[in-house]
């Protein structure tokens, strides 16, 4: 392995840079918004709100894309971070926000599966915490998740 200068290292993260939009948005992560963690939880968690906010509630096709759509955001940002706290947060957001919509997604097998996958991650995202931030953790998603199915 070759050491790179500074100038050669600054070269090659702008070509990276310059061909993916996650590439960007991971280094945007990197270099912005990794320091304050909390804040760039915020910032998704408005992002996923403002996403279901727009939820078709008449059609349960439209508003099927719109809560992938939303989740989508969800899972780029928590693969950004790496961070099982971060996962936890913004997926409890997601799983709220979705519990709080008109739409009764109880009906439909499809948007249930999708609710009971998040809960698996959240609950695998918790074995990975030291055992007092699970035991916190999981009284916030007793709190949180109304259906909540152990």
């Not at 050669?8 to 939009?21: G, H, I, P, R, S």
């Not at 320091?35 to 939820?55: C, F, G, P, R, W």
């Not at 349960?60 to 928590?78: E, G, S, W």
């Not at 499809?110 to 999981?138: F, G, M, S, T, W």
Request: glycine fraction near 0%; proline fraction near 2%; charged fraction near 25%.
């Amino acid at each position: 392995m070759r050491k790179l200068s500074p100038a050669q290292m600054e070269a090659l993260v702008l070509q990276l840079a310059k061909f993916k939009t996650a590439n960007k948005a991971l280094l945007h992560y990197l270099l912005f918004e990794s320091e304050d963690e909390a804040a760039y939880i915020e910032k998704v968690n408005q992002s996923i709100s403002e996403t279901l906010e727009m939820t078709n509630q008449t059609q349960v096709y439209l508003a099927k894309k719109t809560i992938r759509k939303a989740l989508r955001i969800a899972d780029n940002h928590i693969r950004y971070s790496g961070k099982a706290e971060t996962c936890i947060e913004i997926l409890l957001h997601f799983c709220s926000c979705l519990e709080q919509l008109p739409l009764q997604y109880e009906k439909y097998p499809i948007l249930v599966n999708l609710y009971q996958r998040q809960i698996k991650k959240i609950e695998q995202a918790i074995q990975k915490l030291h055992e007092d931030l699970q035991y916190d953790y999981q009284q916030q998603l007793l709190k949180t998740l109304k259906h909540y199915k152990t």
